[in-house]
């Protein structure tokens, strides 16, 4: 399509780092406001996840953007399956530092739950609010399906923008205004 492969891995991979770039930013400024008040706890939890999923939108967003202009202008084929492997592979550190989460909770390998908050900084907030503590011990298995929860929104934003962007359609103009076929 309009570019590589490997290249728009790399940028998806990129745009998972500047996001949990921002996100933990966001949570220091917070951190001692989340210590004292669960309002703010569960706030940070939406904003982190939110900031992270809105670079993945604009992630696909400019992706599928690129393969409609290759499609259009530069007679280039359509990949039907372009927004999955973009999702498939954009969040792949996520379902890797997951997988090996589940691992350590099944007692495979060793406890890895602070690791998985550093490099999952989005869950923080989740974590504080549900466990009492920061070891794989602590977490229960509803926890660990949350934290999984938390790591599907990401290929589920992909695709959704990917091809609600590739196929011109406008879910604003569909949602708040009542469109009558004459």
Same mark, same amino acid.
């Given at each position: 399509?309009?570019?590589?492969? !490997?290249?728009? #891995?790399?940028?998806? =991979?990129?745009?998972?780092? @500047?996001?949990?770039? /921002?996100?933990?930013i966001?949570? %220091?400024?917070?951190v ?5 008040f ?24 400019n ?32 379902? !890797?530092?997951? #997988?090996?989460?589940l =691992?350590?909770?099944?007692? @495979?390998?060793?406890? /890895?739950?602070?690791?998985?908050? %550093?490099?999952?900084?989005q ?33 589920i ?9 590739f ?16």
């Amino acid at each position: 399509m309009a570019e590589s492969r !490997i290249k728009r #891995i790399f940028k998806g =991979l990129g745009w998972w780092l @500047a996001g949990e770039f /921002i996100t933990v930013i966001f949570t %220091l400024c917070m951190v001692f406001a989340m210590r004292r008040f669960m309002l703010v706890r569960i706030f940070v939890g939406l904003a982190s996840v939110f900031i992270v999923n809105a670079l993945y939108f604009n992630f696909a967003h400019n992706c599928a953007k690129a393969d409609k202009n290759a499609v259009n202008y530069h007679k280039a084929e359509r990949k039907p399956y372009e927004s999955v492997t973009i999702a498939m592979w954009a969040p792949l550190f996520q379902y !890797i530092s997951w #997988i090996v989460l589940l =691992l350590s909770k099944l007692g @495979a390998v060793r406890d /890895i739950f602070n690791y998985y908050i %550093l490099s999952n900084i989005q869950c923080i907030a989740w974590v504080d609010l549900f466990t009492e503590g920061r070891t794989i011990d602590h977490l229960s298995p509803a926890g660990l399906m949350g934290l999984l929860a938390i790591v599907l929104i990401a290929p589920i934003t992909i695709i959704i923008t990917y091809e609600c962007t590739f196929r011109e359609l406008d879910i604003k103009s569909l949602l708040m205004y009542d469109r009558k076929e004459k």
